[in-house]
């Protein structure tokens, strides 16, 4: 037999299964369709050894996306790039950088505790003109698993949650983080309203770029990374996995550099929480609810949000106090603000119980960060270990703040200049806000030694200021003193006064100054 009567004898064979298939479609029972299926099944079950699992993109009736189909997804595409031969590129945006991830109808395979397991991603295209809640020009996507069947066990019991655990860990890595602020409640109704408005987060804020002592920073790096990891501790204590700052300093110390430093540090999403709109307990609890887990909860400036009666008290800010020569708008704008502050009703007992954990403990981790410029104002209920279990100072700028800054904005790890600034830091009081405006160039003229100059006259200047305040504020004291040595003097006058005129009978016991006064009047 020749090859080409071998390709025309094996087309007539497949012409005619074909021709079966079609008529068995056309004219079998739909009813004995089903259980014909399942003989066939069950005959294919015992000569195909293999397993198969498949994982859809949209589970459900409600159409939602299904979360393990994403992290089987992130899974794959970190393990696919090395292997696959079609690959499907795209651009993530917080890197700016191209993935690449498998292709539609693409198969890889993947080892685990040697075991061989295949994957592909399929796709079934909808006929044309068919009607689909799905997506249509995308198909309907779904994941393979093929393994041999003496493996199931540890397939379905430990494959599967490692995939998905590490494509979840994948995800987060490579997702677009945001910050997120509350929406007055007005318009939270009506389509597509939601509470809480995104930007996507691109602080650049560092641990590496934040200037402060090194071993304060290490131990805030540790407690982070402890409570990130701290999933089961958390369980095991029966606590809500939740952890408290509390950022306390001056202005410019770096307190809102030091939460987008712990959000990028931590992969977090950063919710700012302006506590000024939101009108009370319940809707502040509406809107942690709907905060997602692995995020920084915010609240800055907590000293002009509460006061410690639990009465929402308004910042008071300078143009506030500047009546004058206001455009309408920002009237208009002021006036709605100050509307918002009186019908404000959020309580200390309303945050002190979301800090608690009764409505935080919904979903994952979540950190939660307050400011203040003056920690002394904060009712101690708030601020007691257990809600904001960790206390940081930001500080002025110390030497070793100093280093940190000078690399970050000279370049310069060590200089002829440094034993000056060291000196001066340690005397006068200066924030790291200012000390990186001296030192950052002004101009391309404008060298390390010349920015380093500039900051040791700012830093001088300061000294010298703050030496003329204390010399004041000296005087002043003296002057208060001398007062208060004067008044008893005067007293001592006015006791004698009083004896003399007790011993001339003048006055009685009781009436000494009415008497005094007569006494006075008499001998003028
Ligand atoms: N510790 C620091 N490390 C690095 N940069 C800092 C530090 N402190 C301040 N800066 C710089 O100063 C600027 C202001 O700092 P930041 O806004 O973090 O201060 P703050 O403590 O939040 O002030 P405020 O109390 O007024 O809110 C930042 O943009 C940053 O560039
Ligand atoms: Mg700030």
Same mark, same amino acid.
Request: overall charge negative; some cysteine; aromatic content about 12%.
């Given at each position: 037999?020749?090859?080409?009567?071998?390709?025309?004898?094996?087309?007539?064979?497949?012409?005619?299964?074909?021709?079966?298939?079609?008529?068995?479609?056309?004219?079998?029972?739909?009813?004995?369709?089903?259980?014909?299926?399942?003989?066939?099944?069950?005959?294919?079950?015992?000569?195909?050894?293999?397993?198969?699992?498949?994982?859809?993109?949209?589970?459900?009736?409600?159409?939602?996306?299904?979360?393990?189909?994403?992290?089987?997804?992130?899974?794959?595409?970190?393990?696919?790039s090395m292997r696959a031969n079609k690959l499907k590129a795209d651009v993530v945006n917080k890197s700016h950088s191209v993935v690449l991830s498998m292709d539609d109808h693409e198969e890889i395979t993947d080892d685990f505790n040697g075991i061989k397991i295949w994957w592909s991603s399929n796709k079934i295209t909808p006929q044309a003109q068919s009607f689909s809640f799905y997506p249509i020009t995308e198909g309907r996507r779904y994941f393979k698993l093929t393994v041999h069947r003496r493996y199931r066990n540890v397939i379905t019991n430990s494959y599967i949650d490692h995939v998905i655990k590490e494509g979840k860990a994948v995800a987060v890595k490579n997702r677009q983080r945001k910050l997120y602020t509350?929406?007055?409640?007005?318009?939270?109704?009506?389509?597509?309203?939601?509470?809480?408005?995104?930007?996507?987060?691109?602080?650049?804020?560092?641990?590496?770029?934040?200037?402060?002592?090194?071993?304060?920073?290490?131990?805030?790096?540790?407690?982070?990374?402890?409570?990130?990891?701290?999933?089961?501790?958390?369980?095991?204590?029966?606590?809500?996995?939740?952890?408290?700052?509390?950022?306390?300093?001056?202005?410019?110390?770096?307190?809102?550099?030091?939460?987008?430093?712990?959000?990028?540090?931590?992969?977090?999403?950063?919710?700012?929480?302006?506590?000024?709109?939101?009108?009370?307990?319940?809707?502040?609890?509406?809107?942690?609810?709907?905060?997602t887990s692995k995020s920084i909860i915010v609240i800055e400036d907590i000293d002009c949000s509460l006061d410690l009666t639990g009465q929402r008290k308004p910042k008071e800010k300078e143009e506030d106090k500047d009546e004058e020569g206001q455009d309408p708008i920002s009237k208009k704008e002021k006036e709605e603000e100050a509307e918002n502050k009186k019908s404000s009703k959020v309580t200390l007992s309303g945050l002190l119980n979301f800090i608690d954990g009764i409505w935080s403990a919904c979903g994952g981790e979540r950190i939660i960060v307050f400011t203040t410029n003056y920690v002394e104002k904060l009712d101690p209920a708030l601020i007691r270990r257990g809600r904001m279990d960790k206390h940081i100072e930001m500080s002025y700028?110390?030497?070793?703040?100093?280093?940190?800054?000078?690399?970050?904005?000279?370049?310069?790890?060590?200089?002829?200049?440094?034993?000056?600034?060291?000196? =001066?830091?340690?005397?006068?009081?200066?924030?790291?806000?200012?000390?990186? !405006?001296?030192?950052?160039? +002004? &101009? $391309?003229? %404008?060298?390390?030694?010349?920015? =380093?100059?500039?900051?040791?006259?700012?830093?001088?200047?300061?000294?010298? !200021?703050?030496?003329?305040? +204390? &010399? $004041?504020? %000296?005087?002043?004291?003296?002057a208060e003193q001398d007062k208060e040595k004067d008044q008893p003097a005067k007293e001592d006058e006015k006791g004698k006064e009083i004896g003399i005129a007790k011993e001339n009978g003048l006055i009685s016991n009781g009436k000494e100054e009415i008497s005094i006064e007569s006494t006075k009047q008499g001998d003028s």
């Open positions: 037999m020749t090859i080409t009567e071998m390709w025309t004898q094996l087309g007539s064979v497949i012409a005619g299964l074909m021709f079966g298939w079609a008529m068995f479609q056309q004219y079998f029972p739909h009813q004995l369709r089903g259980s014909f299926n399942r003989y066939t099944q069950r005959l294919v079950g015992f000569v195909y050894p293999y397993l198969q699992i498949t994982f859809h993109e949209y589970t459900g009736e409600r159409l939602k996306r299904s979360e393990v189909y994403s992290a089987i997804q992130s899974y794959l595409s970190a393990n696919s509350n929406n007055p409640s007005n318009n939270w109704y009506g389509w597509k309203a939601t509470k809480w408005s995104h930007v996507v987060f691109e602080h650049p804020a560092s641990f590496d770029t934040l200037a402060m002592a090194t071993k304060e920073k290490e131990e805030i790096m540790k407690d982070l990374v402890k409570f990130s990891k701290g999933k089961s501790y958390y369980a095991k204590i029966g606590k809500a996995w939740k952890r408290g700052y509390l950022l306390y300093g001056p202005p410019g110390t770096g307190k809102s550099t030091m939460i987008a430093a712990m959000a990028n540090f931590l992969n977090y999403d950063v919710y700012d929480l302006e506590l000024t709109t939101v009108k009370d307990n319940t809707e502040l609890r509406k809107l942690l609810i709907d905060t700028c110390c030497f070793e703040a100093f280093k940190v800054l000078a690399e970050n904005y000279l370049d310069v790890e060590s200089h002829e200049l440094f034993a000056k600034i060291q000196n =001066l830091l340690e005397e006068t009081k200066m924030t790291p806000a200012d000390v990186a !405006e001296n030192l950052m160039p +002004k &101009s $391309e003229d %404008e060298d390390e030694e010349t920015c =380093l100059k500039k900051l040791i006259a700012a830093l001088e200047e300061a000294k010298e !200021e703050e030496g003329r305040k +204390k &010399s $004041e504020e %000296e005087a002043k004291l003296k």
